[in-house]
């Protein structure tokens, strides 16, 4: 088993920055894949990041060149930096992990982007 807590959402106005971390209980090292998912209301959980074994990331459209995922793994941490936040990316934010034939999902961290 694995326990993924996200950290770091809150409140931000447009344009601004936020960094939300996700600790896991174990070693990350071994992961085949770490991701950013999200859900905002009424609508269904969509990938925003995802960082494979090998270091390779894909994103949504909807936020290349302004979100990075990254990781420490001494840290047992995975990192999204959001950069240009709009309104419409107020959403609950949700790191998971992928190990063997086993997905592990976070509690998920509010994130609200509003003047």
């Known amino acids: 088993q694995v326990q993924l807590v996200e950290s770091g959402g809150g409140l931000v106005r447009p344009g601004g920055s936020l960094r939300l971390s996700c600790a896991a209980s174990?070693?990350?090292?071994?992961?085949?894949?770490l991701g950013w998912y999200r859900q905002a209301p009424g609508r269904e959980r969509e990938l925003v990041a995802l960082?494979?074994?090998?270091?390779?990331?894909n994103y949504a459209d909807f936020v290349k060149g302004r979100f990075t995922i990254s990781r420490d793994n001494a840290k047992n941490t995975v990192y999204l930096q959001m950069d240009r936040l709009s309104v419409e990316d107020t959403a609950v934010y949700y790191c998971?992990?992928?190990?063997?034939?086993?997905?592990?999902w976070g509690q998920g961290t509010q994130v609200t982007v509003s003047s």
């Open positions: 998971n992990l992928r190990q063997g034939s086993k997905l592990y």
């Open positions: 174990r070693s990350i090292s071994n992961a085949y894949s």
């Open positions: 960082q494979s074994w090998n270091g390779g990331t």
